[in-house]
């Protein structure tokens, strides 16, 4: 039930975009205008991405369910309040990012980025579909802090629904899905949560290669100065001018 659903929110989330990018609308809020994904790349994109789902995503839902009833997963009513969700989520969300900055900043160094990590980076201009198009251990990298984060809270806590597992799995997938779709619009999230990040955000990660490491919000790129955006250049310049006087 876990990974059909994976599946349903995965594509049915992904399609949308497939449908935009091919019927070429929306081309103003495109971020990179010039790279429109064809149909055969959603399509080869599609079969790898189908073929990780089923051979590294799938036994770790698998997993999960006994290691999160270890530590005291609940899967029966009642269920928990909506505030209980959405500050269990919170947390998942703030987890996560951790995890997923510190992670995929790692697996831009070098080596890892050669054998493990440029898989992901095939496409410069990232698709929806492209969300988790990777290879088969950074897909067991990164999920360990989508997966591992709520398991964390549920050992520590012993306080967690399985439909607040569910409601937070189908908002990481979104999330995840249009921070790579490649559309920047007036009512992106980020203009109304400036420590968003969103898709403007990550876009500029797959076309410049460097920097903009995290997930969900922009705060460990800005205090660690990985920020890749005009005004982070802005800044970086201007410090090195004032360096250069002084």
Request: with cysteine.
């Amino acid at each position: 039930m876990s990974f059909v659903m994976h599946e349903l929110v995965y594509f049915g989330r992904s399609l949308p975009w497939i449908i935009i990018d091919t019927l070429g609308l929306f081309k103003n809020y495109k971020i990179q205008n010039n790279k429109i994904p064809s149909l055969r790349e959603q399509w080869d994109c599609a079969k790898f991405v189908l073929l990780s789902h089923f051979t590294v995503e799938l036994p770790q839902i698998w997993l999960f369910h006994p290691m999160a009833q270890f530590f005291g997963l609940s899967t029966s009513v009642p269920f928990p309040s909506v505030w209980t969700m959405m500050y269990q989520i919170a947390i998942f969300f703030v987890l996560e990012d951790t995890w997923h900055y510190f992670s995929h900043r790692a697996l831009h160094w070098g080596p890892l980025y050669k054998a493990i990590h440029k898989i992901h980076h095939q496409y410069s201009a990232p698709f929806g579909m492209a969300a988790e198009y990777a290879s088969p251990i950074e897909v067991m990298i990164l999920g360990f802090g989508t997966v591992g984060c709520p398991i964390l809270w549920c050992a520590l806590t012993g306080d967690l629904h399985i439909f607040t597992m569910y409601v937070w799995i189908v908002l990481r997938l979104f999330q995840a899905i249009d921070a790579h779709s490649g559309y920047e619009f007036p009512w992106s999230l980020h203009h109304f949560l400036p420590f968003w990040a969103g898709a403007d955000h990550h876009d500029l990660h797959h076309e410049k290669f460097v920097g903009n490491y995290s997930s969900s919000f922009r705060w460990w790129d800005y205090l660690l100065d990985t920020e890749y955006t005009p005004e982070a250049l802005k800044r970086r310049r201007e410090g090195k001018v004032t360096k250069k006087a002084q």
